[in-house]
């Protein structure tokens, strides 16, 4: 196999990762690869498909959605999932975060939400006669914004930097924090009645935007039945690996290959969201750079080194549907962005990976042993 043409720089990732939010924030954030050795990507696709198994058993009928969003966190993004109610949303974050082995807090989003209530506050010591920062929920290794557009903008942009630069800013002091650290926000349709559109600059930070949708045949009856047999309604899964695990899994993902023209499709699939007719406002170059990184988590996933067009493809709906702006007539019309990235995926040549032949040949080894 020949050697990839461009590999995207590996990021620094953390040697201690707190299961618990610390009483005490740290003031800076270690940027060392953590101790031992990151493991083979045979080893971890087998601990993806691990997670998806098991967050398979709760929940039903989305294994789709749950794929790309374990690849979004693989590849160090953050998820929002937008949906209608009652589809699993909150449930979804909750079992990830269980089989991560990550560090699981959950705000529920309200019209009456303040900034410091996600990212904490002083609150006066007696004892000392001082003032005590108490960090946030949002000091966790995985942070659910629950119905995340019920609460204002202005305490949206709370999670704003924290998503853009893992930092906090409270108090007059800009506290970081430490990795793994992933925000996943559920949504309900803007139609709904007490909805806030979310800011755009907020939308471009989400790697990935997922929907269920509803169960398809025999789903809701298996959902039932899965209910009843449990015989409560609390559900749990055994955790797969450990918050220092999960940084090993994301320097695996920074190993992985990108050739020059899947590079380029990226781009260019990006770039034509900018020029349908349809659209007021495209992707941003962000767009672009995640279907990248996406897509060397999706290769992970596959026990693969090298990123294919079909990773792109794959998550293009998921990375750039949510970046765009329809015009007003567009929007009028009904058109879905969604169909704008379908449009383009259709539009777009796909690079010939003929000439990887040798990777497709290692692929199937690795499979089949």
């Known amino acids: 196999m020949t050697a990839p043409d461009r590999i995207h720089p ?8 707190p299961t618990e939010v610390p009483t005490e924030v740290p003031t800076e954030v270690p940027t060392e690869v953590p101790t031992g ?8 696709a087998r601990i993806g498909r691990e997670v998806l198994h098991r967050t398979g058993t709760v929940i039903v009928g989305a294994e789709g959605a749950l794929r790309l969003a374990l690849a979004a966190v693989l590849a160090g993004g953050h998820v929002l999932f937008e949906d209608l109610p009652g589809l699993g949303k909150t449930l979804a974050a909750k079992t990830l975060a269980q089989s991560l082995g990550l560090d699981f807090r959950r705000l529920q989003f309200t019209p009456d939400l303040l900034p410091s209530d996600v990212t904490g506050s002083s609150i006066f010591n007696p004892a000392t006669r001082e003032f005590d920062f108490k960090p946030g929920p949002i000091f966790a290794g995985l942070f659910l914004a629950d119905e995340i557009n019920r609460t204002s903008p202005k305490t949206q942009s709370a999670l704003l930097e924290a998503m853009a630069e893992a930092q906090v800013s409270a108090e007059g002091t800009t506290l970081p924090l430490t990795r793994p650290f992933h925000v996943f926000a559920t949504s309900n349709p803007i139609e709904f009645e007490g909805t806030y559109p979310l800011p755009e600059a907020q939308l471009d930070r989400f790697m990935v935007r997922l929907r ?3 169960p398809g045949p025999g789903g809701e009856q298996d959902i039932i039945a899965r209910r009843l047999s449990r015989r409560q309604d609390e559900t749990t899964v055994a955790r797969v690996t450990t918050a220092e695990g999960l940084l090993r899994l994301q320097a695996v993902v920074e190993s992985v290959g990108v050739d020059d023209d899947v590079i380029d499709y990226a781009v260019r699939l990006t770039a034509a969201t900018r020029s349908h007719p349809a659209v007021e406002v495209g992707a941003s170059p962000r767009g672009s750079q995640a279907l990248v990184l996406l897509g060397r988590a999706l290769a992970v996933l596959d026990a693969r080194s090298f990123v294919l067009p079909e990773d792109v493809k794959e998550g293009a709906v998921a990375v750039l549907a949510h970046r765009i702006t329809l015009t007003p007539s567009s929007w009028a019309q009904g058109v879905a962005t969604e169909k704008v990235v379908r449009d383009v995926l259709g539009e777009v040549p796909t690079p010939p990976t003929v000439h990887r032949s040798e990777h497709r040949t290692e692929h199937r080894t690795e499979h089949h042993g």
Do not use: Q
């Open 10 to 17: 590996a990021g620094g990732v953390p040697t201690e990762v």
């Open 212 to 214: 269920f949708g509803y």
């Open 37 to 44: 050795a990151p493991p083979d990507i045979g080893e971890a």
